[in-house]
């Protein structure tokens, strides 16, 4: 089965704070991705990785980056975290010629 | 971005019947996918469709890839209260392009 998983189930922050959301797959998929989900507005892509060191914007990559080091691994980075930002945050790997998986996500809160 | 048109958003069932939901697209896409998210939880893949046309079952669960491409539906016979969830459509144009997203139609069964 694939595994995707996600550092963090629930996560509170502090305006203004650096936050690291790290995302891994055990399938040695190529493709990731970042989404955040919010009530009423569905699932909206932040990032895609195609490749190690690969990265791609999604549809609202403002205030969000992304670092993909090893296959593995996609890690998202609020530089400076805003309430606005609080939300649902989803990753999913995807092999080229597979489906697309998800992780359990990560509820972040930011005060 | 692109989003996906899916409906109903929301449905309210007794225990037992069928449901009925779908998704249509401006443009075609050349697979459909079909997820079902429980609260606090990631997607999970229920049912991939590759050919236009094509019907496929998975238990209780039908669905299929409009003979335009551009349209799925999703069926659920004798619904149980374990059905309750988000029910996501998403369209993918080739194995290496993001997948595209309906809103979701948030499914409730009363026993």
């Known amino acids: 089965d694939v595994k995707v998983t996600q550092s963090s189930r629930y996560l509170v922050k502090r305006t203004g704070e650096k936050v690291f959301l790290e995302c891994v797959q055990d399938?040695?998929?190529?493709?990731m991705f970042w989404y955040r989900q919010d009530p009423g507005l569905g699932l909206r892509l932040i990032y895609f990785?195609?490749?190690?060191?690969?990265?791609e914007k999604g549809d609202i990559p403002e205030g969000y980056s992304v670092s993909r080091e090893k296959k593995e691994r996609f890690s998202l980075i609020l530089e400076s975290a805003s309430t606005n930002q609080t939300s649902m945050y989803l990753c999913a790997s995807m092999a080229f010629t597979d489906t697309q998986y998800f992780g359990p996500g990560t509820r972040l809160t930011v005060l | 971005g692109q989003q996906l048109n899916q409906s109903p958003q929301s449905m309210f069932i007794q225990e037992g019947e069928d449901v009925s939901m779908n998704c249509t697209s401006s443009?075609?896409?050349?697979?459909w996918l079909w997820y079902k998210q429980d609260p606090g939880e990631g997607p999970v893949l229920l049912i991939a469709?590759?050919?236009?046309?094509e019907l496929t079952s998975n238990g209780r669960l039908t669905a299929q890839f409009g003979i335009t491409r551009k349209d799925s539906f999703l069926n659920i016979s004798a619904s149980i209260p374990s059905d309750v969830g988000i029910y996501f459509c998403a369209g993918q144009l080739s194995g290496n392009t993001p997948l595209v997203f309906g809103k979701g139609t948030r499914l409730s069964v009363i026993a």
């Open positions: 469709l590759y050919k236009a046309g």
């Open positions: 443009s075609i896409f050349n697979t």
């Open positions: 990785s195609y490749d190690v060191k690969m990265k």
């Open positions: 399938m040695d998929h190529e493709n």
